[in-house]
């Protein structure tokens, strides 16, 4: 039974726009988010977290968004650049015990 | 080092035979962790340790997979008598401290069982 759901296997979107990556679990006692992205080839590499005490983080160019009520978070991306073109996994994990992962997002930046 | 070392790379086995991975944290990180991906899905949890110690191995296989974070050696993950099933990229990461936050990954070991 899958904790985290990424219902989006693909997404493109047009370079400078705003890429929006979406995320949802199951799990009511998550309380710490991270996102990473992937290139092909390579491991995953750690972009932003959020903890369920917060509704937003801003890192640069990212922002996630949780809604803890909808058990939804999303990934902004603004503005979108080609090197942004990678697979998005979101993980999920309940006071510091393991993380669990979503199917992952690949997203496609269109110059 | 300053990255997750894993090696080999590429691992081919015939079924029934058996695999034995290998991940080198970062130093200082006293967490490390094994995933398994199969066919670009999910990454799927296998076990975790602080230090040598099994931290949490609830995605264990209780048959064929065993795991060792020794001393001074890299952290290894057996296999015996792979099946086609377990044809996966299995990954490391680690972590540093008490609190299991960020992980860093390694880029992967992709075993093909034949």
């Known amino acids: 039974d899958q904790q985290v759901k990424q219902n989006s296997p693909s997404l493109s979107v047009q370079e400078g726009r705003i890429s929006i990556l979406n995320c949802d679990y199951t799990n009511s006692m998550f309380d710490y988010f991270l996102w990473y992205k992937k290139y092909p080839a390579e491991g995953p590499t750690f972009l932003i977290s959020i903890s369920s005490i917060k509704d937003k983080n801003e890192d640069g160019r990212f922002t996630v968004f949780l809604n803890k009520s909808a058990k939804h978070l999303s990934l902004h991306i603004v503005p979108s650049q080609p090197g942004d073109s990678a697979v998005y996994f979101c993980a999920a994990s309940a006071k510091g015990n393991q993380f669990y992962f979503g199917t992952g997002t690949s997203l496609t930046v269109i110059p | 080092g300053e990255e997750v070392a894993q090696t080999p790379k590429h691992l081919v086995r015939g079924e029934g035979q058996k695999a034995k991975l290998y991940c080198a944290p970062i130093k200082g990180h006293s967490y490390v962790f094994w995933y398994q991906q199969v066919l670009k899905n999910e990454f799927k949890f296998l076990i975790s340790?602080?230090?040598?110690?099994?931290?949490?191995e609830t995605g264990m296989p209780k048959e064929r997979f065993s795991a060792k974070c020794l001393p001074n050696s890299p952290c290894s993950l057996e296999i015996q008598a792979t099946k086609l099933e377990d044809s996966a990229v299995y990954f490391c990461?680690?972590?540093?401290?008490?609190?299991?936050?960020?992980?860093?990954f390694g880029p992967g070991t992709r075993l093909t069982v034949l």
């Open positions: 990461a680690s972590s540093q401290g008490s609190s299991i936050t960020r992980q860093f």
């Open positions: 340790f602080q230090n040598e110690n099994v931290f949490d």
